[in-house]
């Protein structure tokens, strides 16, 4: 979200930053509330942290890949 006016696509309904902000402010309330269900678009999901990459890199993933095979080979007795 840009600090500029926007229109929201599915509503067209104008939406300014501050009102985004209080939107969103409600929304994190209301997901304080348990067993309660928040629905957050995903601009507003990143905003609030929801995507945190940290999963490994293709290159580590293949590497670690490499150690299993050689480790469960020794593990049942058929190392080579």
Same mark, same amino acid.
């Given at each position: 979200m840009t600090q500029?006016?926007? %229109?929201? #696509?599915? @509503? %067209?309904? #104008?939406? @300014?930053?501050?009102s985004a902000a209080a939107a969103l402010r409600d929304k994190l309330t209301d997901f304080l509330i348990p067993g309660y269900s928040v629905e957050f678009d995903p601009d507003e999901a990143e905003q609030v942290g929801a995507f945190q990459e940290d999963a490994l890199s293709e290159q580590d993933a293949a590497e670690s890949c490499v150690d299993l095979v050689d480790g469960a080979a020794a593990a049942f007795g058929n190392a080579g």
């Amino acid at each position: 979200m840009t600090q500029q006016d926007r %229109m929201v #696509p599915n @509503d %067209m309904i #104008p939406c @300014d930053a501050a009102s985004a902000a209080a939107a969103l402010r409600d929304k994190l309330t209301d997901f304080l509330i348990p067993g309660y269900s928040v629905e957050f678009d995903p601009d507003e999901a990143e905003q609030v942290g929801a995507f945190q990459e940290d999963a490994l890199s293709e290159q580590d993933a293949a590497e670690s890949c490499v150690d299993l095979v050689d480790g469960a080979a020794a593990a049942f007795g058929n190392a080579g």
